[in-house]
């Protein structure tokens, strides 16, 4: 049995006219006012966590866990299965509450305690497996899924690392609200990628709205990504032992789309903390490291520009979800990071 939180309680009262998924997309897009130095770059972050799990992550989510229902992958009284670091789990666990599934999901052990909880408050299972496990592991969090899912009758798995519904999600949805926000002026969009959805599908609109558009992708140290896009050859020692979450990776995604990419920047766990820190402090914008990771990112790209520019980024989450992480000063300092 799954127990029904306060919060799921809630949930389930706005079932009947799914008033809560409606409120997925159409987040807001803030202008940096006080870290941005380059006055002839203008940086806007795109605002996810207003998304109502908390993350960009609903909108794939939604669009793939219908689908699955429209052609009968998804039935009544089923299970949702899902590798994830937290955030795809929070969407998952939130649909599974309105619309009556069960949810069991596994996670890396670096995931922080926050997203743990919010999952098991949401009602889901969740199954912890090491976060130093290579890809061919069975203890893998993706192979653990992989072999959850084949066990459990009428269980479905969203595959959000493989499955081409991911970046089109992105391209009905977040790609079109990125170019009517700016009112077709962005010239630039700068994501990092994990499963590569959002900037595959983000990028692949914006390009085809103005084909001189520029996709820049920020990955952490340790991930496969920058060298294979650099190389073409993949690290065989590539890791996701990083400490920042949901970002880079240890294996290719097929919704990943390289060719939408025209340049990678390799960032380090510091880069992304103090700049998400900063954006707390001085912009009010309260984000996770993949939001801070995705600023750094646009920052050194407003660099490089010396004609006027429009850069796009995003702010995957809320950084509730790392209260005892980086925006905790002990864990900055037991970690060796500068504050």
């Known amino acids: 049995m799954f127990k029904k939180s306060l919060l799921l309680q809630i949930i389930l009262k706005y079932m009947s006219n799914n008033i809560l998924l409606n409120t997925i997309g159409n987040t807001p897009l803030i202008k940096l006012q006080k870290i941005n130095p380059y006055f002839n770059v203008e940086i806007y972050v795109k605002l996810e966590f207003f998304n109502p799990s908390g993350s960009i992550k609903d909108r794939m989510v939604k669009y793939i866990i219908e689908d699955a229902e429209a052609k009968g992958l998804l039935k009544k009284g089923g299970t949702i299965v899902e590798n994830t670091s937290g955030n795809t789990g929070a969407a998952i666990a939130m649909l599974a509450a309105i619309k009556g599934y069960k949810a069991i999901l596994t996670m890396p052990d670096k995931v922080s305690i926050e997203k743990q909880s919010s999952l098991k408050a949401l009602g889901a299972k969740i199954v912890i497996t090491p976060t130093s496990a290579p890809p061919d592991s069975p203890d893998h969090y993706v192979n653990t899924a992989i072999r959850i899912a084949s066990e459990i009758p009428n269980s479905f798995r969203v595959n959000q690392y493989d499955n081409p519904k991911n970046p089109e999600a992105h391209y009905l949805t977040t790609g079109p609200e990125i170019w009517e926000q700016t009112k077709g002026k962005v010239t630039h969009f700068v994501a990092a990628g994990s499963t590569g959805g959002t900037i595959s599908g983000v990028g692949k609109y914006l390009k085809e709205k103005n084909k001189s558009m520029k ?125």
């Not at 060298?227 to 996701?240: A, L, P, R, S, W």
Request: glycine content about 10%; hydrophobic content about 40%; some cysteine.
């Open 215 to 339: 996709v820049v992708m920020p990955d952490p140290v340790g991930s496969i990504y920058y060298d294979y896009f650099k190389t073409g050859k993949i690290e065989v020692h590539g890791n996701c032992t990083y400490q920042v979450e949901g970002v880079g990776e240890d294996h290719i995604a097929k919704a990943m789309d390289f060719s939408i990419v025209d340049d990678m920047y390799k960032f380090t766990d510091q880069d992304a903390f103090s700049t998400a820190r900063l954006l707390a402090i001085e912009e009010g914008i309260f984000g996770g490291g993949t939001g801070g990771a995705n600023v750094w990112g646009a920052l050194k790209l407003a660099k490089t520009l010396k004609e006027h520019a429009v850069i796009v980024t995003i702010i995957p989450d809320n950084g509730v979800k790392y209260l005892s992480k980086f925006y905790n000063d002990q864990w900055m300092k037991d970690n060796n990071y500068s504050i």
